[in-house]
T-cell receptor, first 112, second 114 residues
Framework: AQSVTQLGSHVSVSEGALVLLRCNYS??????LFWYVQYPNQGLQLLLK??????LVKGINGFEAEFKKSETSFHLTKPSAHMSDAAEYFC??????????FGKGTRLHILP | AAGVIQSPRHLIKEKRETATLKCYPI?????VYWYQQGPGQDPQFLIS???????DKGSIPDRFSAQQFSDYHSELNMSSLELGDSALYFC?????????????FGSGTRLTVV
């Protein structure tokens, strides 16, 4: 069965600094991978997705993620953090037409 | 663009009562997924439907049931509610079981059981 592991339940970065949220996946077949963002008391918004095309995926709000098969990773990055990026981020995996399985989430804190 | 619509947005019920949550998928989406997110937890898959048939089942209690109707909307019925059922319930839809583009989620229904 597929799964994702997010390293760090809380990550703090200074405004303007690099954001790096780590995600490793486990899947016996080529996976689809996603990053979702959830703001307080709101729903899940898709940031970006990997569906076996380009390994470097660009998403909304300046975020991007790179699929690295050799490392089974799909880390999320943003060059310069903004206060509005403070939220919960979920890495997720799916295999073809199967359901999406979420990681435990990483709460991103932005320090002024 | 049309999104996934969930109703109601908020629901307060007492223990042992029954609740019905509704989900209206994006037009032409034929697959619906239900997720439960407890406080401070990640979303957990409950159940999914494709073309009005149950396609997959996760950690859904026997007290819960769901169905997808001919217009593709779905309802999650929850009976004998317990305090632990208090959570955010999300519905997501996609346009085919075989094509994963990243499901579109609704804004969720926040259920509070008192």
């Amino acid at each position: 069965a597929q799964s994702v592991t997010q390293l760090g339940s809380h990550v703090s970065v200074s405004e303007g600094a690099l954001v790096l949220l780590r995600c490793n996946y486990s899947s016996s077949v080529p996976p689809y991978l996603f990053w979702y963002v959830q703001y307080p008391n709101q729903g899940l918004q898709l940031l970006l997705k990997y569906t076996s095309a380009a390994t470097l995926v660009k998403g909304i709000n300046g975020f991007e993620a790179e699929f690295k098969k050799s490392e089974t990773s799909f880390h999320l990055t943003k060059p310069s953090a903004h206060m509005s990026d403070a939220a919960e981020y979920f890495c997720a995996v799916s295999v073809r037409d199967d359901k999406i399985i979420f990681g435990k989430g990483t709460r991103l804190h932005i320090l002024p | 663009a049309a999104g996934v619509i969930q109703s109601p947005r908020h629901l307060i019920k007492e223990k042992r009562e029954t609740a019905t949550l509704k989900c209206y998928p994006i037009p032409r989406h034929d697959t619906v997924y239900w997720y439960q997110q407890g406080p401070g937890q990640d979303p957990q898959f409950l159940i999914s439907f494709y073309e009005k048939m149950q396609s997959d089942k996760g950690s859904i209690p026997d007290r819960f049931s769901a169905q997808q109707f001919s217009d593709y909307h779905s309802e999650l019925n929850m009976s004998s509610l317990e305090l632990g059922d208090s959570a955010l319930y999300f519905c997501a839809s996609s346009n085919s079981r075989g094509q994963v583009y990243g499901y579109t989620f609704g804004s969720g229904t926040r259920l509070t059981v008192v």
